[in-house]
């Protein structure tokens, strides 16, 4: 039990090797939040020029005569 405390350590290669697999660990996390960030915006704003179309058709049919009652919605078609 004493040689596993006394004992030498074989060389630096292995905790070269746990530095530089943790590095490319954290630079592929690092990629994949990138690319999940930018598909998160992508989604966004797609989501957001959908409202603005859904706006406008509504804005559209109230200005050219459609009503809307409390319990009933026009349908616009799209």
């Not at 090797?17 to 797609?46: D, Y």
């Not at 200005?63 to 078609?77: D, K, L, Q, W």
């Given at each position: 039990?004493?040689?596993?405390?006394?004992?030498?350590?074989s060389?630096?290669?292995?905790?070269?090797?746990?530095?530089?697999?943790?590095?490319?660990?954290?630079?592929?996390?690092?990629?994949?939040?990138?690319?999940?960030?930018?598909?998160?915006?992508?989604?966004?704003?797609?989501?957001?020029?959908?409202?603005?179309?859904?706006?406008?058709?509504?804005?559209?049919?109230?200005?050219?005569?459609?009503?809307?009652?409390?319990?009933?919605?026009?349908?616009?078609?799209?």
């Amino acid at each position: 039990m004493d040689n596993q405390w006394n004992a030498a350590p074989s060389s630096g290669t292995n905790s070269d090797r746990n530095v530089h697999v943790n590095g490319a660990e954290k630079k592929a996390q690092s990629q994949e939040q990138e690319e999940a960030e930018k598909h998160l915006q992508m989604r966004v704003e797609a989501q957001e020029k959908y409202m603005r179309s859904m706006m406008e058709k509504a804005h559209q049919a109230l200005a050219s005569g459609a009503t809307v009652s409390n319990r009933h919605c026009a349908i616009i078609n799209l």
